[in-house]
């Protein structure tokens, strides 16, 4: 079974930076895209960036030309350097892998999510 766990959240000023990782476990990791997404109190769960299995990335307008999505195969791990942060940028944010078929069932998978908090 795919595992998923999240570290490198906190509380940073505004204007500062974070990188998030997430290592991956029960999973052919090179194969399969992975993407962070975040959720706000009172707000719904969005994607935030993502990076499929060749390395090509997808970003939130939001965050473009601040944040940065990156995967290192060897180590089963995705990252998200987070720069220039804002307090709009306060939420869980969370790990996703792509569908994997189980045997019986296309499923995805997701971390425990970290706190980001954006604050003077």
């Known amino acids: 079974q795919v595992q998923l766990v999240e570290s490198g959240g906190g509380l940073v000023q505004p204007g500062g930076s974070l990188r998030l990782s997430c290592a991956a476990s029960?999973?052919?990791?090179?194969?399969?895209?992975m993407g962070w997404y975040r959720q706000a109190p009172g707000k719904q769960r969005e994607l935030v960036a993502s990076?499929?299995?060749?390395?090509?990335?997808t970003y939130a307008d939001s965050v473009k030309g601040r944040f940065t999505i990156s995967r290192d195969n060897a180590k089963k791990t995705v990252y998200l350097q987070m720069n220039s942060l804002e307090p709009e940028d306060t939420a869980v944010y969370y790990c996703?892998?792509?569908?994997?078929?189980?045997?019986?069932?296309?499923?995805?998978?997701w971390g425990q999510g970290t706190q980001v908090t954006v604050s003077s």
């Open positions: 029960g999973t052919i990791f090179r194969f399969y895209g």
């Open positions: 990076i499929n299995s060749g390395g090509t990335t």
């Open positions: 996703h892998h792509d569908k994997t078929w189980t045997g019986m069932k296309w499923e995805d998978y």
